[in-house]
């Protein structure tokens, strides 16, 4: 079963904690990407990275830190700098970063504050 | 950013009837791309039209790029109540990566 992984599916985050979301691919995709859903709205770019030990922000990308130690990973942590973090997190990836392609999509990790 | 608009925000069918969805954008494009969303999940590509194409078909799906007026159509036809989702088109300007609008909630009521 191939694709985008990710987990929990659900997350909670207690004040002042730090929570970090998992993405994993097995599709060999050099791009991957972060994105915030807030009801209502549209996906905002949190960060995304084109190639191994790189990354870049993206629109939203305060309180928000990633990794790419790895291809196959790209795990998001929610810093307690982010102070409404309650939303649905979305990871993509596509084959190379270049224009024309596609994302796929993993299920989504619901965070909410307790 | 630029970001595409959907319109509307939400519709409502009846199962056979065909859903037209619209999306604008501001500034000029790569390519335009269509993603389907079920409630709680996450979004599946449908369709890419490039610039210069007017108009593609898969299946059901009919997408129509409009240049000129900066805008697209995603028309589902003879709807099924399994289409009940959420519709994003994304754009594709000057980076590569895509820009999502807010959606069109579609229920299809069998």
């Known amino acids: 079963d191939g694709g985008i992984t990710q987990s929990p599916k659900y997350l909670f985050r207690k004040e002042g904690q730090n929570v970090t979301l998992s993405c994993e691919q097995n599709?060999?995709?050099?791009?991957m990407y972060w994105y915030r859903q807030d009801p209502g709205q549209g996906l905002r770019l949190i960060y995304y990275?084109?190639?191994?030990?790189?990354?870049q922000k993206g629109d939203i990308a305060e309180g928000y830190s990633v990794s790419r130690e790895k291809k196959e990973s790209f795990p998001l942590t929610v810093t307690s700098a982010q102070k409404n973090p309650t939303a649905f997190y979305l990871c993509?990836?596509?084959?190379?970063?270049?224009?024309?392609?596609?994302?796929?999509f993993g299920s989504g990790t619901q965070l909410s504050v307790l | 950013s630029q970001q595409g608009e959907e319109d509307p925000q939400a519709l409502s069918i009846q199962e056979g009837e065909n859903a037209t969805m619209n999306c604008s954008y501001k500034?000029?494009?790569?390519?335009l791309q269509w993603y389907r969303q079920n409630s709680g999940r996450g979004l599946v590509h449908l369709i890419l039209?490039?610039?210069?194409?007017r108009e593609k078909h898969s299946g059901r799906l009919r997408v129509t790029l409009d240049t000129s007026k900066k805008s697209s159509s995603l028309l589902i036809t003879a709807s099924r109540a399994a289409d009940t989702a959420s519709y994003f088109c994304?754009?594709?300007?000057?980076?590569?990566?895509?820009?999502f609008g807010r959606g069109t909630s579609l229920i299809v009521h069998p």
């Open positions: 993509a990836g596509s084959p190379t970063a270049a224009t024309n392609e596609k994302l796929f």
């Open positions: 599709l060999n995709h050099d791009a």
């Open positions: 990275s084109q190639i191994v030990n790189d990354f």
């Open positions: 500034t000029s494009i790569n390519n």
């Open positions: 039209i490039r610039s210069n194409e």
């Open positions: 994304a754009t594709e300007g000057g980076s590569y990566i895509p820009t």
